[in-house]
Every structure is written in C-alpha cells, then in structure tokens.
C-alpha cells in the first residue's frame, strides 16, 4: 500500500527507514506494526486505527520517496528551523522558497549543544492545490529533520554529506532575504540564475 502520490519522484530521494520508538516519541502515537503492515485490511472496521495506520505509512513513505532538502538551525530556544527548496512542478523556471518551521529538535543527539546555523538534512513531501497546479507549482512543502526519526547515525552523517554545496549557499542567500528569519512561515526566495 502506497499513501503518497506517485506521478511525480523527489530528485534526491530520502531512502531512509525510520525507527519505530523515534516514531511514537516524535508524534506521540504507538506503533502497531503487526497490525498496520501486516494485517491492513482488519483496519477497514477499526476507523481510528485505520487513519494512525495510514499517517504512520506516510510518515514511512516520506522518509523513503521524500526528497532531501538543506535546513539549519534558525532558533535553538524555540525549536525553530529553515529550510530551503524549489516549489516548481511542471514548470522550467524555479520557485525557491523558505520555509520557517518549528521541530522536536528536543529528540535530536545534540540537542544541549545545538546552535543558530547548524546544518540538518530534512526530507519533504510536497502538497498542491488545483490553483498552484495550473501554476505548474508546489504549494507548500512539509519537512522533517531526519535525525528525529532515523536512528542509523551513519545514515544520517551521509545524508547531510550528500547535500550539494550549492544548495546550502542558495540556503543561506534566502535567509538573507528575510526580514524576520526566526518568523513560522513560507517565504518565495530571489537565487540568481547565474547561480543555478
């Protein structure tokens, strides 16, 4: 079974499996493996534990199909977090975009010694509308940190690696953009072409 909308592949998909205890810590929910893989269909009379099995597949879709996107650190005291990635669908020219978000940086390795700018790798699915879509845009993007829910350290040390220099640059350039960079929001980015 398949949740995400398979017309479309991130360019850098994320590949990662998450962990099932970082799972319940991160949203709070109890994961029951056995009946949400393995017996899905029991689920069609159980309505509540239908819809948890159906987030915790997307969860699980998410970090293996998402795309990899560079995010830093914006504000340790309030959790909050940047991240940087281009909404264009169906269209040539780029949509960059900044988005401020708040994150359980609380379940992150580091957390007591995390500081503004440090670099985290995050994997995103991507929503539209009917209007974005006549666009040939995205309309937003909905990332989370991979370290929050990937335990493999090495996976995550080489996820961040395999980020493109590029992309952390564009990053930074956006943050500069921004009046408020410590504001929850979606903000439309200028990345010159030359820098493409």
């Known amino acids: 079974m398949e949740t995400l909308d398979n017309s479309t592949s991130a360019s850098h998909p994320g590949q ?25 269909f029991l689920s069609k009379h159980l309505p509540f534990t239908r819809e948890d099995a159906f987030h915790y597949m997307q969860i699980k879709e998410q970090f293996l199909y998402g795309c990899i996107n560079p995010g830093v650190v914006v504000n340790p005291e309030k959790s909050l977090i940047a991240v940087l990635t281009n909404l264009a669908a169906a269209r040539k020219e780029p949509y960059w975009v900044v988005k401020i978000l708040p994150e359980r940086l609380d379940l992150l390795p580091n957390t007591s010694s995390l500081q503004a700018g440090e670099k985290l790798a995050t994997v995103a699915i991507y929503s539209r509308t009917p209007e974005s879509f006549e666009q040939g845009l995205w309309k937003d993007f909905h990332p989370i940190v991979i370290d ?15 980020i493109d220099a590029l992309e952390w640059d564009y990053l930074d350039l956006g943050l500069s953009q921004l009046p408020t960079p410590d504001e929850a929001g979606l903000y439309p980015v200028s990345i010159p072409e030359e820098l493409e």
């Open 148 to 162: 929050c829910l990937v335990e493999n350290t090495a996976q995550c040390r080489d996820t961040l690696l395999s």
């Open 16 to 40: 990662l499996e998450i962990s099932d205890r970082k799972y319940e810590q991160y949203f709070g929910k109890p994961v029951k493996k056995f009946l949400w893989e393995k017996m899905w």
